[in-house]
């Protein structure tokens, strides 16, 4: 198998810290005071650190040219151990498509190829929702928060 990043990807772990899930371990009073108090920059480079804890994304050839909050992160746990085993092979952008295979930026070419699964981004969809369910989210959001936070 083999994965195209074109412009490389933050991907961070699931389980955090002394096995806490990573919204519970990251999302806390602490967190949020600090992110309000210091520049973005310490922010982001303490984020940085602590996905590059995990695994180094300039190793994988995943490195992003994008800072870590300026897109959405992938939460993956198995990825570096596939790299790591074979079964996952990491290559540059796709530069065209064969008619048996792929040629990658940087010039190699891999034939028999199977399937190319193209993820290049999200369709964003824009639903009908009457106004009494968007007040019974935002009645629950609200109870929720105050029961976690008391």
Not at 92 to 99: D, E, F, K, N, R
Not at 107 to 130: H, R, Y
Not at 138 to 144: C, D, F, G, N, T
């Amino acid at each position: 198998m083999f994965l195209s990043v074109r412009n490389g990807a933050w991907f961070v772990r699931r389980v955090w810290d002394n096995g806490l899930p990573l919204d519970l371990a990251i999302l806390t009073r602490f967190t949020n005071y600090l992110v309000h108090l210091l520049p973005s920059s310490v922010i982001c480079r303490q984020f940085r650190r602590q996905a590059n804890a995990y695994f180094d994304h300039e190793l994988y050839a995943l490195q992003p040219d994008h800072e870590l909050f300026a897109s959405s992160v992938v939460t993956n746990d198995d990825l570096p151990s596939r790299i790591l085993s074979g079964s996952v092979h990491v290559r540059p952008g796709v530069a065209s498509l064969t008619s048996t295979g792929v040629r990658f930026t940087d010039g190699n070419e891999v034939d028999d190829i199977a399937a190319v699964i193209c993820a290049t981004g999200a369709l964003l969809l824009q639903l009908q929702i009457n106004e009494s369910f968007v007040a019974f989210v935002v009645i629950l959001k609200y109870l929720l928060t105050w029961r976690y936070y008391n």
